[in-house]
T-cell receptor, first 116, second 113 residues
Framework: GAVVSQHPSRVICKSGTSVKIECRSL??????MFWYRQFPKQSLMLMAT?????????EQGVEKDKFLINHASLTLSTLTVTSAHPEDSSFYIC????????????FGSGTQLSVL | KQEVTQIPAALSVPEGENLVLNCSFT??????LQWFRQDPGKGLTSLLL?????REQTSGRLNASLDKSSGRSTLYIAASQPGDSATYLC????????????FGTGTLLAVQP
């Protein structure tokens, strides 16, 4: 199988602080990872595509300076929510693809962010 | 812009029943389609992946079909069990360099013992 580990699973922070979420592919190398956001009882919304060694590609309406993505290696991508506000509270999920673009996407277990 | 819709939004069935979940998409030019299940507060578990050239895929009690020309996919669950209770999501891959997935709205399934 393919395992994607996401950490932390839950974080509570004060407004104005920054939070970093890590996404690791444990048993495969992922040149591309994806970051999604999910509001309660809603579907997943793609935020950005993370490419190893290059800048992330953000979806329309997603602030790149607000959600910093770094894909430093073939097994690690990080999402940093900068100067978090209560409206940033959400469930963030990363995913990675093992192999070519026609292969399955595997997901992390998600991070529940609550900003007070 | 690709839009993915799932019907019904919620479904409750008694244990043992066979059931069908529906997924429709507006742009038929997809690369592939993937079905997932999501348990409350958890990530997604991949169930089945259908390439655009395929008509169906099967795994155990699950069977997914794809009719690309009509923009539809179905997930058939045979002999449902309480452990099947979860939210089921379909997602279409739009191709391109990264084949990013566009997700449907989900179907919340409850299988009653």
């Amino acid at each position: 199988g393919a395992v994607v580990s996401q950490h932390p699973s839950r974080v509570i922070c004060k407004s104005g602080t920054s939070v970093k979420i890590e996404c690791r592919s444990l048993d495969f190398q992922a040149t591309t990872m994806f970051w999604y956001r999910q509001f309660p009882k809603q579907s997943l919304m793609l935020m950005a595509t993370s490419n190893e060694g290059s800048k992330a590609t953000y979806e329309q309406g997603v602030e790149k300076d607000k959600f910093l993505i770094n894909h430093a290696s073939l097994t690690l991508s990080t999402l940093t929510v900068t100067s978090a506000h209560p409206e940033d509270s959400s469930f963030y999920i990363c995913s990675a693809r093992k192999g070519g673009v026609n292969e399955k996407l595997f997901f992390g277990s998600g991070t529940q962010l609550s900003v007070l | 812009k690709q839009e993915v819709t799932q019907i019904p939004a919620a479904l409750s069935v008694p244990e043992g029943e066979n059931l069908v979940l529906n997924c429709s998409f507006t742009d038929s030019a997809i690369y592939n389609l993937q079905w997932f299940r999501q348990d409350p507060g958890k990530g997604l578990t991949s169930l089945l992946l259908i390439q655009s050239s395929q008509r169906e895929q099967t795994s155990g009690r699950l069977n997914a079909s794809l009719d690309k020309s009509s923009g539809r996919s179905t997930l058939y669950i045979a002999a449902s069990q309480p452990g099947d209770s979860a939210t089921y999501l379909c997602a279409v891959g739009n191709g391109g360099a990264t084949n990013k997935l566009i997700f449907g709205t989900g179907t919340l399934l409850a299988v009653q013992p």
